[in-house]
């Protein structure tokens, strides 16, 4: 049971360091769509970078899924070698990207209202003026078909579904 937890493990970690490459190899593409938009809005484009808005894999769009996948292996080869820190880790962990990953299926769902509730919390009148809408759909139309909706949702069907197996595993043995 614990070699296919570790399988899992290691599926949620692929699924993870996707995040990452896919921004890292699209991300500019992205920024440059989303300031085409705010140039039709008639905003400044410096405005993201203000605001601290991106589209790449800076910052902690690359941390955290590369720490979350870092972890996940661990716990993998700990799994694997039969070590118990494996599973005693496993339950801990494996919960926090469980409800990780619901506050990141969350946020993917409600970006529009979360960024014009952020937009008008500053006191800067443009960002006021900003279409978010059109500002996040020009940005993602800039990643290929591919990636929205279907990498995402696999990728939340990987870690969802493979989380609940290394949980059952982690009860079963």
């Known amino acids: 049971m614990m070699t296919a937890a570790a399988i899992s493990q290691l599926l949620i970690a692929l699924a993870f360091v996707s995040i990452p490459l896919v921004r890292h190899r699209y991300g500019a593409a992205a920024k440059a769509a989303a300031e085409a938009e705010l140039t039709r ?6 405005v993201l970078a203000e605001n601290n808005m991106r589209f790449d ?20 080869v700990l ?33 529009v209202k979360s960024v014009q509730a952020a ?14 809408r059109a500002l996040l759909t020009a940005a993602e139309g800039a990643f290929p078909r591919w990636v929205m909706p279907y990498l995402q949702n696999a990728r939340h069907a990987i870690v969802f579904g493979s989380s609940l ?6 009860i079963a043995a």
Do not use: C
């Not at 809005?41 to 410096?46: F, K, L, M, P």
């Not at 972890?71 to 993998?76: G, P």
């Not at 197996?165 to 982690?170: N, T």
């Open 79 to 111: 799994n694997l070698a039969g070590n118990p820190w494996g599973a005693t880790l496993s339950w801990i962990f494996q919960t926090i990207v469980l409800l990780g990953n619901v506050v990141i299926l969350y946020s993917n769902l409600t970006a």
């Open 119 to 132: 937009f008008r919390r500053k006191s800067d009148p443009e960002l006021h003026r900003i279409d978010v």
């Open 165 to 170: 197996l290394v949980l059952i595993a982690l």
């Open 57 to 76: 894999a800076g910052g902690h769009e690359t941390v955290v899924p590369v720490a979350v996948a870092l972890v996940m292996t661990v716990l993998a």
């Open 41 to 46: 809005q008639g905003v400044r484009t410096s």
